[in-house]
């Protein structure tokens, strides 16, 4: 994960070249709705709308899908059949869980990212290297 204070904590020389493979609110090439989504969190809360606060909030809303697609809250081997064979549409694309072929069982978040890299105090897009090192599982 990122977030402008790790740069500043563990100094902007030692940052950079820091890869980041995770879904960010930062870059170009982000959806307008979460642009939108990223300036409003700064403007009421001003602090940066960082890594952490994204991932929590994408997690909320697709296990929140996870639960009306299981149609329980309470039967937890209904949940987890519907966490290991479902897909879930969210804003950064669709999210599934897999995994199996390399800890034996489904239980990897997988979900559209790109690799990102840190250079002179930006989140720089990588392309296409998650998919170079991550293989199929980056998809």
């Known amino acids: 994960m990122w977030a402008t204070a790790y740069g500043e904590s ?5 940052a950079q070249g820091h890869l980041v493979y995770y879904p960010a609110p930062f ?4 959806a307008q709705s979460i642009k939108e989504m990223v300036a409003d969190y700064q403007q009421r809360f001003s602090v940066e709308f960082e890594q952490m606060a994204f991932y929590s909030v994408t997690q909320l809303y697709f296990l929140t899908d996870a639960l009306k697609k299981a ?8 949940i987890l ?12 694309g669709t999210v599934h869980f897999g995994g199996e072929e390399l800890i034996g069982i489904n239980d990897m978040q997988l979900w559209p990212a790109a690799v990102h890299e840190i250079k002179n105090h930006e989140h720089v897009l990588a392309d296409e290297l998650a998919v170079e090192v991550y293989g199929e599982f980056a998809k």
């Not at 149609?71 to 209904?78: I, K, N, Y």
Request: proline share 0%; no cysteine.
């Open 10 to 14: 563990v100094g902007w020389e030692n």
């Open 27 to 30: 870059g170009e090439e982000l």
């Open 81 to 92: 059949e519907a966490i290991h064979t479902e897909t879930f549409d969210t804003w950064i």
């Open 71 to 78: 149609g329980t809250v309470d039967d937890v081997d209904r």
